[in-house]
């Protein structure tokens, strides 16, 4: 079928063979997420084998850089977590003076949304579970549309940044796109987004809200609640706060650094959090090998690593610059057309597939308009906004709506349905994708 | 030494539809951690210990988010310790268990367990039957006394 489909779209061998070859990756990450390295891993080696590609650019695709710079997140985050950072951010969410349920689904939103700005979505929709979990136990209140709420806000806010998810650093890194960009362009429309968000939240689950303020009525707020748990605050905390803080300041400078010492575009951006992991394993010498061996994420990474290398086939080939021309040729090199397939198309896609896997597939096809004299700075921002928003609409959407879902079921034996999940997801995500798309067609800044 | 020489023979186990408060008070009266869980035929299914007991109790994500102080006992884990009256053995045992053979030396044996990161393992025969119980500190026993 896919020969077929190739042959109709005027594909040589190796570009059908670069396209089948990444399907069915896509495919086997849909059906049998547990197996997807292994599909990764042979099918890399079935495009080496057939000579789609050579180990140099296969390794020059596989884009190394991103995989080290996250490498280094990890190690950070393992540090922070260890210190007790998360538990303290959610002690400050118990000590919310005279306690409502508004300001408590405000706080855990903008919670949700700042930390999966500055941290994985993964490692932040963890903690924020657990602290809604042990928050709504004691108030016995039905977490669910807490925690959807949180999922929600989590997915949003990690499209604020370059820092919230895989694909910021991805289209930073292939966009040329700098911590500033996503600062002065993403960072804001994330806040629109977060502030419609939260608003229809506490209209969909207004009655939930009234339950809980019923509830802390009934049971008192603040007092009991303040102590139920605790990180108490110490040197070692503070320590792994200011080498977080200075990583995030290289990082958020890292273009004028660049420019300063006359550094190719992004060096500083990828190599920062390398740098501060490589001083923290030599002040915590003793647990260095347990950062790298347990909050490294090999898994994950080995599994992006053979993604992007896949995805640059794609375009070492020239299947996507075929695709690129058969888009243009439906849409014309209307900017405004091209804006809306690409957020909408990754917005659909996004809900059912892996954002990363999609957002690695669009990037070639993205990267192929740009020899079409198309103006590429919204196309990126749209695909960031759309891999992300995306996220929210089914609950296997993103990893954190997989995640949460998971704890969810094991600590307190409930699912969510798809269709409870799926009204306010999709509300969400269409709301939020429509508000971006306006964003990005009419506003000079994204041009 | 071959384990057979040292371990407890007259082993005391659960069916995997003994209800979990019952095999807990069981494992409390006898001041041991684990039991191995044993079907019908008395082949081994699984071990219920102390830790899956707490891992019920406790919740699954206190592991993954790093350091934090309970300060209080949270309500949940009262509900859960009461839960347990209503749960069976087979719906907390771990499935995946470590065994030795009879003829399993005492170093062997503690490589086991060194490596494996277990306290007890059941020993089982040729025809797959739990014949016999041997704990760490019985290795632990054992291997000193042989070499003093």
Same mark, same amino acid.
């Given at each position: 079928?896919?020969?077929?489909?190739?042959?109709?779209?005027?594909?040589?061998?190796?570009?059908?063979?670069?396209?089948?070859?990444?399907?069915?990756?896509?495919?086997?990450?849909?059906?049998?997420?547990?197996?997807?390295?292994?599909?990764?891993?042979?099918?890399?080696?079935?495009?080496?084998?057939?000579?789609?590609?050579?180990?140099?650019?296969?390794?020059?695709?596989? /884009?190394?850089?991103?995989?080290?710079?996250?490498?280094?997140?990890?190690?950070?985050?393992?540090?922070?977590?260890?210190?007790?950072?998360?538990?303290?951010?959610?002690?400050?969410?118990?000590?919310?003076?005279?306690?409502?349920?508004?300001?408590?689904?405000?706080?855990?939103?903008?919670?949700?949304?700042?930390?999966?700005?500055?941290?994985?979505?993964?490692?932040?929709?963890?903690?924020?579970?657990?602290?809604?979990?042990?928050?709504?136990?004691?108030?016995?209140?039905?977490?669910?549309?807490?925690?959807?709420?949180? =999922?929600?806000?989590?997915?949003?806010?990690?499209?604020?940044?370059?820092?919230?998810?895989?694909?910021?650093?991805?289209?930073?890194?292939?966009?040329?796109?700098?911590?500033?960009?996503?600062?002065?362009?993403?960072?804001?429309?994330?806040?629109?987004?977060?502030?419609?968000?939260?608003?229809?939240?506490?209209?969909?689950?207004?009655?939930?809200?009234?339950?809980?303020?019923?509830?802390?009525?009934?049971?008192?707020?603040?007092?009991?609640?303040?102590?139920?748990?605790? =990180?108490?605050?110490?040197?070692?905390?503070?320590?792994?706060?200011?080498?977080?803080?200075?990583?995030?300041?290289?990082?958020?400078?890292?273009?004028?650094?660049?420019?300063?010492?006359?550094?190719?575009?992004?060096?500083?951006?990828?190599?920062?959090?390398?740098?501060?992991?490589?001083?923290?394993?030599?002040?915590?010498?003793?647990?260095?090998?347990?950062?790298?061996?347990?909050?490294?994420?090999?898994?994950?990474?080995?599994?992006?690593?053979?993604?992007?290398?896949?995805?640059?086939?794609?375009?070492?080939?020239?299947?996507?610059?075929?695709?690129?021309?058969?888009?243009?040729?439906?849409?014309?090199?209307?900017?405004?057309?091209?804006?809306?397939?690409?957020?909408?198309?990754?917005?659909?896609?996004?809900?059912?597939?892996?954002?990363?896997?999609?957002?690695?597939?669009?990037?070639?096809?993205?990267?192929?308009?740009?020899?079409?004299?198309?103006?590429?700075?919204?196309?990126?921002?749209?695909?960031?906004?759309?891999?992300?928003?995306?996220?929210?609409?089914?609950? =296997?959407?993103?990893?954190?709506?997989?995640?949460?879902?998971?704890?969810?079921?094991?600590?307190?034996?409930?699912?969510?349905?798809?269709?409870?999940?799926?009204?306010?997801?999709?509300?969400?995500?269409?709301?939020?994708?429509?508000?971006?798309?306006?964003?990005?067609?009419?506003?000079?800044?994204?041009? | 030494?071959?384990?057979?020489?040292?371990?407890?023979?007259?082993?005391?186990? =659960?069916?995997?539809?003994?209800?979990?408060?019952?095999?807990?008070?069981?494992?409390?009266?006898?001041?041991?951690?684990?039991?191995?869980?044993?079907?019908?035929?008395?082949?081994?299914?699984?071990?219920?210990?102390?830790?899956?007991?707490?891992?019920?109790?406790?919740?699954?994500?206190?592991?993954?988010?790093?350091?934090?102080?309970?300060?209080?006992?949270?309500?949940?884990?009262?509900?859960?310790?009461?839960?347990?009256?209503?749960?069976?053995?087979?719906?907390?045992?771990?499935? /995946?268990?470590?065994?030795?053979?009879?003829?399993?030396?005492?170093?062997?044996?503690?490589?086991?367990?060194?490596?494996?990161?277990?306290?007890?393992?059941?020993?089982?025969?040729?025809?797959?039957?739990?014949?016999?119980?041997?704990?760490?500190?019985?290795?632990?026993?054992?291997?000193?006394?042989?070499?003093?």
């Amino acid at each position: 079928m896919l020969g077929w489909g190739a042959k109709i779209l005027g594909l040589d061998l190796h570009q059908a063979l670069s396209i089948s070859i990444f399907s069915v990756s896509i495919l086997g990450t849909l059906f049998f997420w547990d197996f997807r390295l292994s599909f990764a891993f042979l099918g890399t080696s079935i495009l080496l084998i057939t000579k789609t590609i050579d180990l140099d650019n296969l390794i020059k695709f596989s /884009s190394l850089e991103i995989i080290l710079f996250l490498i280094g997140m990890m190690v950070l985050i393992g540090l922070l977590k260890e210190a007790g950072l998360f538990a303290w951010l959610v002690s400050l969410i118990l000590r919310i003076r005279n306690l409502s349920a508004t300001k408590f689904l405000i706080a855990i939103s903008i919670i949700s949304a700042l930390l999966a700005c500055a941290v994985d979505e993964v490692t932040s929709i963890i903690f924020m579970v657990a602290a809604i979990l042990e928050i709504c136990d004691y108030f016995e209140v039905n977490p669910v549309p807490f925690i959807i709420s949180s =999922v929600l806000t989590t997915n949003i806010g990690s499209a604020g940044t370059v820092l919230g998810n895989p694909i910021g650093i991805l289209i930073a890194t292939k966009a040329g796109l700098s911590f500033e960009d996503f600062i002065t362009r993403a960072f804001p429309l994330m806040l629109v987004c977060l502030g419609i968000t939260i608003f229809i939240l506490m209209i969909w689950y207004r009655r939930t809200l009234r339950e809980l303020d019923q509830k802390i009525k009934e049971l008192g707020a603040n007092e009991i609640l303040v102590r139920l748990i605790s =990180v108490p605050p110490e040197r070692q905390l503070k320590i792994c706060l200011g080498i977080f803080g200075v990583t995030l300041f290289f990082i958020s400078l890292h273009h004028r650094l660049e420019l300063f010492l006359g550094l190719e575009t992004n060096t500083i951006l990828l190599i920062a959090p390398l740098i501060s992991a490589g001083l923290v394993m030599i002040w915590k010498w003793e647990k260095a090998r347990d950062y790298i061996e347990k909050d490294v994420e090999w898994w994950t990474l080995l599994f992006f690593l053979l993604l992007f290398a896949q995805a640059g086939t794609l375009k070492y080939t020239g299947a996507t610059d075929v695709l690129a021309r058969k888009i243009v040729g439906i849409t014309g090199s209307n900017p405004h057309f091209l804006t809306a397939a690409i957020l909408w198309l990754s917005t659909i896609g996004s809900s059912i597939l892996d954002n990363v896997v999609l957002v690695a597939a669009f990037i070639p096809i993205v990267q192929g308009f740009q020899a079409l004299s198309v103006n590429m700075q919204p196309l990126w921002w749209a695909l960031l906004f759309g891999g992300c928003l995306g996220g929210n609409i089914t609950l =296997v959407g993103s990893t954190a709506n997989i995640v949460a879902l998971g704890i969810l079921e094991k600590e307190k034996k409930q699912r969510v349905s798809f269709f409870q999940w799926f009204w306010v997801g999709l509300t969400v995500g269409l709301i939020t994708a429509g508000i971006v798309w306006v964003a990005l067609v009419t506003l000079p800044i994204y041009r | 030494m071959k384990v057979k020489e040292m371990m407890t023979k007259e082993v005391t186990s =659960v069916s995997p539809d003994t209800n979990a408060q019952e095999a807990l008070d069981l494992l409390l009266e006898m001041q041991i951690s684990g039991l191995p869980v044993t079907d019908e035929k008395n082949k081994l299914v699984g071990m219920f210990t102390e830790k899956e007991a707490l891992s019920a109790i406790l919740p699954s994500y206190v592991e993954k988010v790093g350091r934090f102080r309970y300060e209080e006992n949270p309500k949940a884990v009262r509900q859960k310790v009461l839960a347990l009256r209503n749960m069976k053995v087979k719906e907390l045992m771990r499935c /995946s268990v470590v065994t030795v053979d009879e003829d399993t030396t005492l170093c062997e044996v503690a490589r086991i367990m060194l490596t494996q990161k277990v306290r007890r393992t059941p020993v089982l025969n040729k025809a797959k039957d739990v014949v016999g119980i041997v704990a760490r500190g019985d290795v632990v026993k054992a291997l000193f006394a042989e070499y003093k």
